[in-house]
Structures are given as structure tokens and as C-alpha cells.
């Protein structure tokens, strides 16, 4: 059963930094693509930040400059690195991963349960 685990949300002062991380478990053959999606209440969901198994990444529009992502694909987990972090980036965070559970099988698009991310002074 594969699962992902997100971790590294919380509370954060404007201007403040975080982590997250999303680690991918159980029965992974290959991963591609990796990302971070985050969505507030009412409004659909968004990129944060995407790299793909060869490492090419894409960035939502407002984070350029603050957020950066990363992976290490022996351990199966992606983090992004969230600076100067702004009030109306208060939302739910998800990660995303294409994972192929075996050699011939396609990739499928799966998703954490979310993490959530609050700036507030």
C-alpha cells in the first residue's frame, strides 16, 4: 500500500521559514515526478513547486525566489524549503508523487493526507 507522509507544517510568523517533507512508502518500484500543491478553503488547488526524476523543477508564479525544492531518491522524499513566508500563504499543503508500483505498470498520480502551514503574527 503505498502511502506518503507529509511533515514540517505549523505555525510561522510573516516572514518566517519552513520545511516540509514528503516521504513515499510501501511497495515503490519508481517514482517520476514530485511535487507540492497547497489550497485554501473555497479555492482550488495550486502549485507550489514540481521536480521531475530528472530533476528539472517548475515553481508556482508567487513563490519564485522563496521556495525551493528538492529530492533524495534513496530515501523516497522530496522537501521544498519555504522562505519569507506571507500571511495569505496560510493553506493546506500536499504533496504529490507519479509512483509505478512495479516494472510495467504506469505511473499513478498519489497524494498525502496535507500538512497544514499557518503565517500569523
Known amino acids: 500500500q503505498v502511502q506518503l507522509v507529509e511533515s514540517g507544517g505549523g505555525l510561522v510568523q510573516p516572514g518566517g521559514s519552513l520545511r516540509l517533507s514528503c516521504t513515499a512508502s510501501?511497495?515503490?518500484?519508481?517514482?517520476?515526478?514530485m511535487g507540492w500543491y497547497r489550497q485554501a478553503p473555497g479555492k482550488q488547488r495550486e502549485l507550489v513547486a514540481r521536480?521531475?526524476?530528472?530533476?528539472?523543477?517548475e515553481y508556482g508564479h508567487s513563490v519564485l525566489g522563496r521556495f525551493t525544492i528538492s529530492r533524495d531518491n534513496a530515501k523516497k522524499t522530496k522537501y521544498v524549503q519555504m522562505n519569507s513566508l506571507k500571511t495569505e500563504e496560510s493553506d493546506v499543503y500536499y504533496c504529490?508523487?507519479?509512483?509505478?508500483?512495479?516494472?510495467?505498470?504506469?505511473?499513478?498520480?498519489?497524494w498525502g493526507q496535507g500538512t497544514q502551514v499557518t503565517v500569523s503574527s
Open positions: 504529490n508523487t507519479d509512483i509505478k508500483t512495479a516494472r510495467w505498470d504506469s505511473f499513478i498520480s498519489y
Open positions: 510501501g511497495g515503490i518500484f519508481a517514482t517520476h515526478a
Open positions: 521536480i521531475t526524476s530528472f530533476g528539472v523543477t
